[in-house]
């Protein structure tokens, strides 16, 4: 035989080997499985839903339901281990300490499969039964045989209960040892604090308010300020140290503490120029509620040579456009222009003439602003997004009335398959051949973006063109594709129950999605040899939501199936489109919805736009986790649930998703039900929302958007209205889904708003 021929051999008998070993492995899972487990009946499925509640850190209907589960006789004896480990958490949480411990004595089992878990519930147990010197020994211990595991929350609590138990100079010492180990996960003012009040019960004052003034100096934002300023007052600071204070409030985002320590240095006189940026900037850009003052602010800092100069200026130009002085607008920019074209850089060159034409628009003369900016572009088409700045010629020659101008201009863009360009394009020109009277043209250009472009804000905006101009029946037809049925998976259905995957099920029923990270990535080797690579993969799609991961097979179905989306989905390419378009997190994401009003649909679009699924990212903001919070914002968010918290609790899923739909839930009520500007405000603030929908009174919807001053802002909302419109399309029932449709691309709609939230 050639050696050709025997390789082809050899792998033949390589394919059958596996298919007989695939066979067989199927054949002992069939044959271990039981059928009612099989169905999803029994205490599996009791334990998913209680485990369901207590992710969501609801512990009293955890408790419930694991009470009524364990009342009558549970014969799987793996299931009641489980139980007890959960309800003695739930009891714990609860401060049950009694009920906690008696559970916990009957959860012994867990040790073997979880030994770093076991251990960490038996801290919370022994604290809820009051014994917190227990507590602090068992911790302590946990420490050093497991570093990694919930390390940031193991130091915390342990410094915590060290703070009580004492020594207070050994406590003492003990939080300052941890200051420097993580700003990102450890709560550094909180540990300063610890440490001074440690060192002021040992009688170290002068230790103590040095470390007083270390968290005035370094932390100014922190919960415990006023704590810092009883023992070392403002007025003791240097003028120096005051202003270092202001600057670092600024770069935290705290601006309303930011604002008051620089009116006392504004006051003082004490570098105006700087001082004079930071108020600016506060008053018009941040909480955006002293436009006039900004302009006398940034008067101060905007002579050359100024730390700030550069920025100062543009902003003052803005400021000027935005009180209605367009001359003295237009001026500022030119000077602008004329101290740093050279030396700026081409994409800020751009920015500063695209501000100036833009404060001649917002002052009523937009052809002029589309003839400036159209020479400017044509002579620089380089160095920046060209064609995204081309399109405000266009766009301000649409509202100044030349019709065939702008449709001329648009040609350039429609051919982009980005529907932010090409979809914007397009739809733009439908628009004014519209205005020019030429309706069938516009039908065509409409219906074009609809079939070429589905399901995105344009195509959406035009859908609606056409119902309105009676052209609704030349839509595609919407299939009912909630009627394709959206199950989560029984991971477990058909595996074995013996061995490393009945472990893996055990822990994937105690609540504890960081548990089952490490207890997969430590069975990976050995289950791959048990269930097989396929299955093990399948596995691990199907333990998505309890491992609190969505991001890697998101990315994956995106990779698969990018192209179906070029279509409307249908029945036979839906399960591809839910792929890209998951129920991610959904335990947390349905149970926040429902609590605080916002649509469960609404929290995966913004999810999606901020962080593609993936609970690790920061920007640079920083706004941190899947919904892309800030530390400012978290903070006053948990304080209003009167909750705990750390900066790294926005890197878990489940803290993540309840604030942030907290926070959604109350602009959606801020802005009486208006979504498009609770989506908008995520982004920009309210207080840009409250601004611009009081400049834009009596404007269109689709205008009104589009005129939107922030490129950020303005991109953001229309990615997020895409996203939910196929969220819509392929989950939601149509009556439902057509009133949210509506309500997220108006016909009309209202310049109100109520006070809160206003950060």
């Excluded at 009293?60 to 589960?69: D, G, P, Q, V």
């Excluded at 751009?350 to 628009?361: F, K, L, S, W």
């Excluded at 044509?378 to 766009?395: C, E, I, P, T």
């Excluded at 995966?604 to 901020?610: D, G, P, R, S, V």
Aim: charged residues 25%; proline residues 4%; positive net charge.
């Amino acid at each position: 035989m050639s050696k050709t021929g025997s390789q082809q051999s050899n792998g033949k008998s390589t394919m059958v080997r596996r298919w007989l070993a695939a066979a067989l492995t199927a054949a002992v899972a069939l044959a271990v499985a039981p059928a009612a487990d099989a169905a999803g009946k029994g205490p599996w499925r009791q334990l998913q839903a209680a485990s369901r509640a207590f992710r969501v850190g609801d512990h009293a209907a955890a408790r419930k339901a694991l009470e009524a589960m364990l009342a009558g006789k549970v014969a799987d004896k793996d299931a009641a281990s489980a139980a007890h480990f959960m309800l003695a958490r739930s009891c714990a949480a609860l401060g049950d300490g009694p009920a906690a411990t008696s559970a916990f004595a009957k959860a012994s089992a867990i040790r073997k499969l979880t030994p770093q878990a076991y251990a960490f519930a038996e801290v919370e147990v022994l604290a809820a039964a009051g014994k917190k010197k227990e507590a602090h020994d068992a911790l302590g211990a946990l420490r050093k045989r497991w570093p990694k595991y919930r390390w940031a929350q193991a130091d915390l609590t342990w410094s915590r209960l060290y703070e009580e138990l004492g020594p207070p100079e050994a406590s003492a010492a003990a939080a300052l040892g941890l200051y420097d180990k993580s700003h990102l996960h450890l709560p550094q003012d909180e540990l300063l604090a610890r440490a001074a009040r440690g060192y002021e019960k040992a009688g170290q004052k002068d230790r103590a308010l040095g470390l007083w003034k270390k968290l005035l100096m370094r932390h100014p934002e922190s919960a415990y300020i006023d704590q810092a300023i009883a023992r070392v007052p403002l007025t003791s600071l240097s003028i120096e140290e005051r202003f270092d204070r202001a600057e670092l409030l600024f770069k935290r985002r705290d601006y309303e503490r930011c604002r008051a320590e620089s009116l006392y240095l504004w006051e003082k006189n004490y570098k105006r120029s700087s001082i004079g940026y930071l108020l600016g900037k506060i008053g018009s850009e941040r909480l955006r509620d002293d436009y006039a003052g900004a302009k006398t602010y940034f008067e101060a800092a905007i002579g050359a040579g100024g730390p700030y100069a550069m920025y100062a200026l543009a902003s003052y130009g803005i400021v000027l456009g935005k009180l209605g002085k367009v001359k003295e607008a237009v001026a500022a920019f030119d000077q602008w222009l004329a101290r740093y074209s050279k030396s700026a850089g081409m994409k800020r060159v751009n920015e500063a003439m695209y501000d100036r034409c833009r404060a001649i628009h917002i002052g009523g003369d937009s052809l002029a602003a589309a003839k400036e900016y159209e020479a400017f572009l044509l002579r620089h088409q380089s160095g920046f997004d060209w064609g995204k700045y081309w399109w405000f010629v266009a766009f301000w020659n649409y509202q100044g009335g030349e019709y065939d101008k702008a449709i001329q201009q648009m040609a350039r863009l429609r051919g982009s398959s980005n529907p932010l360009v090409g979809g914007k394009a397009r739809y733009w020109t439908g628009k004014a051949q519209e205005k020019k009277g030429d309706v069938a043209a516009a039908k065509k250009t409409m219906l074009a973006l609809v079939n070429g472009m589905p399901l995105n804000y344009y195509s959406g905006l035009a859908e609606n063109w056409l119902v309105d101009h009676g052209f609704g029946k030349a839509l595609p037809k919407r299939p009912d594709l909630s009627k394709v049925a959206w199950k989560v998976p029984d991971p477990f259905s058909g595996i074995p129950h013996q061995g490393p995957a009945q472990e893996l099920r055990i822990i994937a029923h105690l609540g504890e999605f960081d548990t089952l990270r490490d207890a997969l990535g430590d069975r990976m080797r050995k289950l791959r040899k048990q269930i097989g690579a396929d299955r093990l993969d399948r596995l691990e799609s199907d333990l998505s939501d309890g491992l609190e991961d969505f991001a890697r097979d998101r990315g994956r179905a995106l990779s698969r199936h990018r192209k179906v989306l070029r279509k409307w989905p249908t029945r036979q390419t839906v399960q591809a489109w839910r792929g890209i378009y998951p129920r991610a997190y959904a335990t947390h994401t349905k149970w926040a919805a429902d609590r605080f009003g916002a649509p469960e649909w609404m929290v995966y679009a913004h999810m999606l736009q901020e962080s593609r699924y993936k609970p690790w990212m920061i920007s640079g903001a920083p706004a941190y986790g899947l919904l892309e919070l800030l530390d400012r914002t978290a903070r006053r968010l948990a304080a209003e649930q009167k909750e705990d918290y750390q900066l790294w609790m926005l890197m878990v899923p489940g803290h993540n998703v309840r604030w942030g739909t907290q926070y959604l839930g109350a602009l959606v009520a801020k802005f009486e039900g208006q979504i498009p500007f609770a989506i908008a405000s995520y982004n920009g603030g309210p207080m840009l929302l409250e601004y611009h929908m009081q400049e834009s009174r009596g404007k269109d919807f689709d205008v009104m958007i589009d005129d939107m001053g922030p490129h950020e802002c303005r991109n953001y909302v229309r990615m997020v209205i895409g996203h939910f419109l196929r969220y819509l399309a392929i989950y939601e029932k149509p009556a439902k889904a057509k009133a949210l449709r509506d309500k997220l691309l108006p016909r009309s709609w209202r310049p109100e708003w109520k006070k809160h939230p206003d950060y």
